[in-house]
């Protein structure tokens, strides 16, 4: 079983569209969770990260984790086309595949 | 599933000697990896494409002859940090593609480098 599990995709939304990317992991010692985005060619850039279970919001983007279920979530409001790229959570820097997404005007 | 791992997990070296990373796509061929180093923001910063056969293609600002890197094979990528200094510890993450499962990227477990 790999540590982190995480549906590549693609996902396609329309501008607007509130937008859901999960992972799944399997080590309960797992302490601070991490989401990049990664543009094509760039280094994967730090969005959010948390050390506890709970929500964290920052601006349209909201983090959860739910430690019990070894859960994380990823949620983006009023997504634009800004925001299509790749989404990779990382728990403890053990990277998931990332989600490829594209926000349609 | 497609796993990728890195080895020395952990190294640390005196000032001016040569430390060698190895990145490895374990059950998949990867003709294209990628080598990033961390920065204190944690953000990651891409510094070159290890294509296999030819020659990688590094990232402006990023010193070939100081950064080494060798894709011998279908599954190995190697980083040569050349006379390292201080100034080099850091945390080195490699991923491969996996062109035979739609371009995906798989990140390897990373490389706590620290140089004396």
């Known amino acids: 079983q790999k540590e982190v599990e995480q549906d590549p995709g693609p996902l396609s939304v329309p501008e607007g569209a509130i937008v859901s990317l999960n992972c799944t992991y399997s080590n309960s010692a797992f302490q601070y969770f991490m989401w990049y985005r990664q543009y094509s060619r760039k280094g994967p850039e730090l969005l959010m990260y948390t050390y506890s279970s709970g929500n964290k919001e920052d601006g349209r983007f909201t983090a959860q984790v739910d430690k019990s279920s070894k859960y994380i979530s990823l949620f983006i409001r009023d997504s634009q086309p800004s925001d299509s790229a790749t989404y990779l959570c990382?728990?403890?820097?053990?990277f998931g595949a990332g989600t490829r997404l594209t926000v349609k005007p | 599933g497609a796993v990728v791992s890195q080895h020395p997990s952990r190294v640390i070296c005196k000032s001016g000697t040569s430390v060698k990373i190895e990145c490895r796509s374990l059950?998949?061929?990867?003709?294209?990896m990628f080598w990033y180093r961390q920065f204190p923001k944690q953000s990651l910063m891409l510094m070159a494409t290890s294509n296999e056969g030819s020659k990688a293609t590094y990232e402006q600002g990023v010193e070939k002859d100081k950064f080494l890197i060798n894709h011998a094979s279908l599954t190995l990528s190697t980083l040569t940090v050349t006379s390292a200094h201080p100034e080099d510890s850091s945390f080195y993450i490699c991923?491969?593609?996996?062109?035979?499962?739609?371009?995906?990227?798989?990140f390897g477990p990373g490389t706590r480098l620290t140089v004396l």
């Open positions: 059950d998949f061929q990867a003709t294209t």
């Open positions: 991923s491969a593609i996996d062109s035979g499962g739609r371009d995906t990227q798989y």
């Open positions: 990382a728990p403890d820097m053990r």
